[in-house]
């Protein structure tokens, strides 16, 4: 148990249905990030939100949007996907978000995402 | 071009036997942390090396940062089953750069 909580941890939606995804943590942690991991491929960092507001979003297709209400939770939006989507979705959260000094990031156990 | 080169990328060994794990790039890295995965489960951290040359030691687990920063190995003495997992390493690249660049893993598995 790392503190991050991700639902929900299995979902499979056909390529017209929205869904949203789900990370709760209550760490205290000011910033907060969606990773993509797929098979043969490295860890993909999606978006970071620091304080609740988005700090990089990287070159992620418009049929994935976050959202960040608070610094507890952090949710990603997912509608129109298409079978190469499907992925495991991790979110991770830090204390802050300069990772450059060893900062740990702390990870969810995951959403792992079938799009049909 | 991927930025961390992890090797080998699956290994599979007796339990008892020694290995060493390598995470290398030819960029240099502000700091470096090796996670593991088990399976349904996210990365958890196992250790941060932060200065060139570090060597940082967890149990049977023994982390070295090259000099330069730019690679780093993991190896692990009299392997246990416990063990097994995918075996990740992640850099800071710095400059104020967020979040950390993974490398695609080493699959482990130490059979009894």
């Known amino acids: 148990e790392t503190g991050v909580t991700q639902t929900p941890r299995h979902l499979v939606m056909g390529m017209t249905n929205k869904k949203s995804l789900k ?32 700090v990089e979003n990287n070159s992620v ?3 994935f949007s976050p959202e960040c209400p ?23 959260s830090s204390l802050n978000r300069w990772v450059r000094d060893g900062t740990e990031a702390f990870f969810g156990q995951g959403t792992r995402l079938t799009v049909v | 071009t991927q930025l961390l080169e992890q090797s080998p990328q699956f290994l599979s060994i007796q339990e008892g036997e020694n290995l060493t794990v390598y995470c290398n790039s030819s960029s240099v890295f ?8 088990e399976p349904g489960e996210g990365p958890v951290l196992l250790v941060t090396v932060v200065t060139g040359g570090e060597v940082k030691k967890l149990k049977r687990l023994t982390f070295q940062f090259g000099d330069a920063r730019k690679d780093s190995s993991l190896h692990i003495t009299a392997a246990q089953p416990g063990d097994t997992g995918l075996y990740l390493c992640a ?3 710095g400059g104020g750069a967020d979040g950390l660049t993974f490398g695609k893993g080493t699959h482990l598995i130490i059979q009894p």
């Open chain 1, 70 to 92: 608070n610094s507890s939770h952090l949710f990603l939006h997912l509608h129109t996907l298409q079978p190469e989507d499907s992925a495991l979705y991790l979110c991770a």
């Open chain 2, 30 to 37: 502000s700091s470096l942390q090796w996670y593991r995965q």
């Open chain 1, 61 to 63: 297709p418009s049929r």
């Open chain 1, 23 to 54: 990370c709760e943590q209550h760490l205290g942690h000011n910033a907060m990030y969606w990773y993509k991991q797929s098979a043969k491929k490295p860890l993909e960092l999606m978006f970071v939100y620091s304080l609740e507001e988005r």
């Open chain 2, 91 to 93: 850099g800071a690249i």
